[in-house]
């Protein structure tokens, strides 16, 4: 069966996970995360696009990034190719180091631009490595704090200001995006019980906004999937879509990444004006 065609993300902006075949450990030690780290410098040096973010933990890789002329699939066939001579050569073995292809997520607003990033940030927390964002080594959270950092800070603190920025990466919260549904998988009729079991005594349509986004949202924690949600409620996707999103508290409301303010690979600065006041 062929692969079903990536959907292209409007803003060229995307959260990507790389995880390792069989979810076995891609990083052993040290010298193979500043390894990894280089051949992104290399690629992002000769293939030039924004980098947001990046996690690496122990068995996967989150990046949230901004292709521009050069493809999302060859940026990270690139990145792949590098690390996997590396790593096959240093540990004596041949094969796929990482499972399928990257997994992406289309990033279409400010909103979830933040979500993403605070979520990747936030990784190494919510898996109980340490606790706080700024104590794990092998994040770009410390970057915002590099006046000559090689990671693309500027788009996110065109946004907000950096030390709001910064207490709002570090705010607990309940974020969900892309990798949530493979912590648990559900058949079509676990789901289905889950979903019944909670729903049997109310109509969806009569809940208020709220309490639909804190039904999907404990629906996804149970471990449904957003279709079998989907279809099981008889809702769109962009509704899963936004009850997890609004597990996020913003800063303040933001526009969407319109053309005019998206960030591109060839300006050092990000270009956007930022709203005019409304009259009083």
Do not use: W
């Given at each position: 069966m062929p692969r079903q065609a990536r959907t292209k993300s409007s803003t060229n902006i995307y959260h990507i996970m790389l995880r390792?075949?069989?979810?076995?450990?891609?990083?052993?030690?040290?010298?193979?995360?500043?390894?990894?780290?280089?051949?992104?410098?290399?690629?992002?040096?000769?293939?030039?696009?924004?980098?947001?973010?990046y996690c690496?933990?122990?068995?996967?890789?989150?990046?949230l990034m901004q292709e521009d002329e050069m493809p999302?699939?060859?940026?990270?066939?690139?990145?792949?190719?590098?690390y996997a001579i590396h790593f096959n050569n240093k540990y004596s073995r041949s094969g796929h180091v990482f499972q399928d292809r990257f997994k992406s997520e289309n990033v279409e607003d400010e909103r979830y631009f933040l979500t993403v990033l605070r979520y990747i940030l936030q990784n190494p927390v919510k898996a109980g490595i340490c606790p706080e964002p700024g104590d794990y080594r092998w994040s770009s959270y410390m970057e915002f704090f590099q006046p000559d950092s090689w990671i693309d800070n500027e788009f996110a603190v065109s946004m907000v200001d950096r030390t709001e920025l910064i207490s709002f990466i570090c705010m607990k919260n309940e974020d969900l995006c892309m990798d949530i549904d493979e912590n648990i998988k559900l058949s079509k009729k676990?789901?289905?019980?889950?979903?019944r079991e909670k729903c049997s005594s109310i109509v969806f349509e009569d809940l208020s906004s709220s309490e639909q986004n804190e039904l999907i949202g404990s629906l996804i924690h149970a471990g449904c999937s957003g279709p079998q949600i989907r279809d099981n409620l008889h809702i769109t996707d962009?509704?899963?879509?936004?009850?997890?999103?609004?597990?996020?508290?913003?800063?303040?409301?933001?526009?969407?990444?319109?053309?005019?303010?998206?960030?591109?690979?060839?300006?050092t600065v990000p270009l956007r004006e930022e709203p005019s006041p409304s009259a009083p």
């Open positions: 390792g075949i069989n979810r076995q450990n891609i990083f052993f030690d040290n010298n193979d995360r500043r390894s990894f780290l280089k051949y992104v410098k290399e690629v992002k040096n000769d293939s030039p696009f924004l980098l947001f973010a690496l933990m122990d068995n996967h890789i989150h990046l999302l699939e060859i940026i990270m066939k690139r990145i792949g190719v590098k676990e789901a289905e019980r889950i979903i962009y509704r899963v879509r936004v009850a997890r999103q609004m597990g996020t508290v913003l800063l303040r409301e933001e526009p969407s990444l319109s053309a005019e303010n998206r960030p591109h690979p060839r300006r």
